[in-house]
């Protein structure tokens, strides 16, 4: 029982960048460490002490349990250096183009379209009609494919309607004011820290052309 009196153990925890033999040592040359008397330990004393010689710790506690002692040390944080060489950004200028046709090439449907059918089996198709399935490039193809399910089973056999839709070539025209609306919505669609910005438009031909003079920070 005397004997269990007595400091045998002790254990560092949280030193960090401060071994744990240099926390021993300066509290050996306080007068503790392993033999100690415990019961004659005034600890917050002795981590005061401690804490005067170990400058890179912010915290110290020296903890005894019987004959084991718990030394729970914090490692002192320094300030963040400051920034001597700071320069505030300088504003830089640049420039966005987009561009895009007023005329184009509108769908004119004739009204006039026609159903053919086909099965596929796996990877089979019969056609149910005699042509060779080519249509115009001034049409429209629709194909609906519906595979057989019976009693909850999906069965390798599909119905296949395909209906085609002709129609005409016409053309069409988009306002310059449509156009340079739209145009700005694409240019102004990139975020940036904008100082100042300009828009300019130009028409060449067909073509609408709108520039985005902005004066940013980099």
């Known amino acids: 029982v005397y ?105 004119r449907y004739s009204g006039e379209e026609f159903t053919k059918n086909a099965v596929v089996f796996g990877k089979f198709r019969v056609n149910l009609y005699f042509s060779a399935g080519n249509y115009p490039a001034s049409c429209d193809i629709i194909e609906d494919r519906k595979r057989l399910e019976l009693f909850g089973y999906s069965f390798p056999l599909s119905w296949v309607r395909v209906t085609v839709r002709q129609w005409e070539p016409e053309a069409g025209r988009i306002s310059p004011e449509s156009a340079e609306f739209e145009l700005k919505s694409r240019l102004s669609s990139e975020p940036l820290e904008v100082i100042s910005e300009v828009y300019s438009a130009e028409q060449s031909g067909d073509i609408l052309t709108l520039t985005r003079s902005v004066e940013i920070y980099e």
């Open 3 to 107: 004997l269990s009196m007595f400091v045998w153990e002790i254990n560092v925890t949280g030193g960090g960048n401060v071994s744990t033999g240099e926390i021993l040592r300066t509290l050996e040359e306080l007068g503790f460490g392993v033999g100690t008397f415990g019961p004659e330990v005034d600890t917050e004393i002795l981590s005061n002490k401690a804490l005067t010689r170990l400058t890179e710790l912010s915290y110290l506690a020296v903890n005894i349990h019987g004959c084991r002692a718990e030394v729970i040390v914090r490692e002192l944080k320094k300030p963040p250096e400051k920034i001597t060489n700071f320069e505030p950004p300088k504003p830089t200028f640049r420039q966005f183009s987009s561009s895009v046709p007023l005329t184009y090439t509108a769908k």
